[in-house]
């Protein structure tokens, strides 16, 4: 199905697939808050044992895994909730996802004004996308994107290891920008809701006990980290700038095990996602069905271990809408939808 010229991608993919579907697709889907039960559980479960436990430091480490893993389907769980797929009720809304993202202290209302405003209404678009990465332009005129490239240049391991900091290094940037920006009773809730988590942590540290901290919560925020950001940064930065806003463009569908998909909410479904925000993921495989029957041409997707590859191999900074440039050597490499082939990446012209 072609897109006419002057028309808005996303609001024909939205329409056209609206009357494809049935309409409870379009409501929120209550029992997925009961996934936060296991979740919660894995997870004191697992503090309890590296904390009150004289288990061998190897095991406790493989618990310190395990905690991790549940923090981050908690964070997949109330990115879901947090776009009113499970209740449409704001107070139950933020409740309920703020403890989802409890283990990565970030606000409820950070969350939704960074990124179901600012991200999901811009994706890609430099300059109003808060998570596009640099481009060759922004790397000449700031340090601090100099710095960072020559820290994590391309085709190194410190680019995974950048992975476990970078969800709460960017939320804390963010946070920052926001508080500036914003004023009055705004920027108290803002501020309030930010110290919540923290004191949380504070206090049950203080509980635990210190020593017990690398263990119940730092390897595992590394941890999470790391599985959130493998998801965030191959759903969008292998895919070119955008003008306008097309999912289609702009997102990349991930291929992974049917059970990561159960215990990650179906994040992986990320352009289905991001043509409809609100539906439950339950619902993703069905609108994925669609799309690559009206639109084969324009669907991306690719497997988590290529995705990860493709990123490794190729630098982070934009050259143009459509070629990311290492700065170091001035190669450019090609973008999703436009010459990228994960099992042969090589510089273009």
Request: proline share 7%; glycine share 6%.
């Amino acid at each position: 199905m072609n897109i006419a010229a002057g028309t808005n991608p996303h609001r024909v993919y939205a329409q056209e697939l609206r009357r494809r579907l049935p309409a409870h697709y379009f409501r929120p889907v209550g029992y997925r808050a009961l996934w936060m039960i296991p979740y919660i559980a894995v997870a004191s479960g697992g503090i309890l044992l590296v904390t009150m436990t004289t288990l061998p430091v190897a095991l406790r480490f493989a618990i310190a895994l395990v905690i991790g893993m549940s923090f981050a389907s908690l964070g997949f769980l109330g990115h879901e909730i947090m776009h009113g797929a499970v209740t449409r009720r704001p107070w139950l809304r933020d409740l309920l996802g703020g403890i989802c993202l409890l283990p990565h202290a970030v606000a409820p209302l950070l969350w939704r004004q960074w990124h179901n405003a600012e991200h999901h209404g811009n994706t890609q678009i430099h300059g109003r996308d808060p998570d596009a990465t640099s481009t060759i332009e922004d790397y000449q005129e700031r340090r601090s994107v100099q710095i960072l490239h020559r820290l994590v240049p391309i085709r190194s391991i410190r680019f995974f290891l950048l992975l476990s900091v970078w969800l709460n290094v960017h939320a804390a940037i963010v946070l920052r920008n926001h508080l500036r920006a914003a004023s009055g009773r705004g920027r108290l809730r803002l501020i309030i809701q930010s110290l919540l988590p923290l004191v949380f942590w504070a206090a049950v540290t203080v509980l635990l006990g210190w020593r017990h901290l690398p263990l119940f919560y730092v390897v595992p925020l590394l941890v999470s980290n790391f599985v959130l950001m493998s998801y965030i940064a191959t759903n969008h930065h292998l895919n070119p700038l955008l003008e306008d806003d097309d999912p289609l463009k702009g997102s990349l569908t991930l291929i992974v095990p049917r059970f990561l998909d159960v215990f990650h909410s179906n994040f992986s479904h990320h352009t289905e996602h991001h043509i409809f925000p609100a539906m439950s993921t339950k619902y993703a495989p069905e609108v994925k069905r669609l799309l690559k029957k009206l639109w084969p041409d324009r669907y991306n997707e690719m497997s988590l271990s290529d995705a990860m590859k493709s990123l490794w191999a190729t630098p982070r900074l934009y050259l143009d809408n459509i070629r990311l440039v290492d700065p170091a050597t001035g190669q450019a490499y090609p973008v999703v939808g436009h010459g990228l082939n994960p099992k042969q990446i090589a510089p273009v012209e």
